[in-house]
């Protein structure tokens, strides 16, 4: 397992070749200490796990590393399957100002069909996610302010990459001196 900052796990991920509605993801706060956890994960793919904390309300940093090189039937029902509320996507800016008018048309294109007939929630998203083209989406179960279940059992399976990533993160807390606010 190789720790790496938070954002090149993610550019991985929205780099990848593969069907982009299979993601699944499970977040909530630290286990111990300031900041957040984050499991998302892939079947053909494997499973991913990043540590954030939020420096000041425009920096987030972390650290990630991909913990499981495919989601097995013991990690399966970890993951939100469709009917979970939540839902997540990874998003890489456009390239150039040629393709953020191309996007930006595809999702007009799209609220507009969406406006105009009935339409299902889950729909709509999955419709706005293949119009900006997201590499990464699916249904995520997030507790803002404490931890699902599944989150403990996925840190408990994954022992020994919460330990090193906790540590990690942890040196970063220290390194900003988050502890001591900021001014």
Same mark, same amino acid.
């Given at each position: 397992?190789?720790?790496?900052?938070?954002?090149?796990?993610?550019?991985?991920?929205?780099?990848?070749?593969?069907?982009?509605?299979?993601?699944?993801?499970?977040?909530?706060?630290?286990?111990?200490?300031?900041?957040?956890?984050?499991?998302?994960?892939?079947?053909?793919?494997?499973?991913?796990?990043?540590?954030?904390?939020?420096?000041?309300?425009? /920096?987030? #940093?972390?650290?990630?590393?991909?913990?499981?090189?495919?989601?097995? @039937?013991?990690?399966?029902? %970890? *993951?939100?399957? !469709?009917?979970?509320?939540?839902?997540?996507?990874?998003?890489?800016?456009?390239?150039?100002?040629?393709?953020?008018?191309?996007?930006?048309?595809?999702?007009?294109?799209?609220?507009?069909?969406?406006?105009?007939?009935?339409?299902?929630?889950?729909?709509?998203?999955?419709?706005?996610?293949?119009?900006?083209?997201?590499?990464?989406?699916?249904?995520?179960?997030?507790?803002? /302010?404490? #931890?699902?279940?599944?989150?403990?059992?996925?840190?408990?399976?994954? @022992?020994?990459?919460?330990? %090193? *990533?906790?540590? !990690?993160?942890?040196?970063?807390?220290?390194?900003?001196?988050?502890?001591?606010?900021?001014?």
């Amino acid at each position: 397992m190789r720790v790496r900052d938070w954002q090149d796990v993610l550019d991985d991920v929205a780099g990848g070749s593969t069907d982009p509605d299979g993601w699944r993801a499970v977040a909530g706060s630290r286990r111990d200490g300031l900041g957040e956890d984050l499991y998302f994960g892939h079947p053909s793919i494997g499973v991913y796990h990043l540590k954030t904390y939020a420096k000041n309300p425009r /920096d987030l #940093r972390g650290v990630g590393a991909r913990v499981a090189r495919r989601v097995d @039937d013991g990690l399966d029902p %970890l *993951l939100p399957d !469709e009917e979970s509320p939540g839902r997540f996507a990874v998003r890489n800016p456009p390239a150039d100002e040629d393709e953020a008018k191309d996007v930006a048309t595809r999702l007009e294109e799209t609220l507009k069909v969406h406006a105009e007939a009935p339409t299902e929630p889950d729909h709509l998203f999955e419709d706005v996610m293949d119009a900006i083209d997201s590499p990464a989406f699916g249904p995520m179960s997030y507790e803002f /302010d404490g #931890r699902t279940d599944e989150l403990d059992e996925l840190t408990d399976t994954f @022992d020994e990459a919460e330990a %090193l *990533l906790s540590a !990690e993160l942890d040196d970063l807390i220290e390194d900003d001196d988050v502890g001591r606010g900021f001014h």
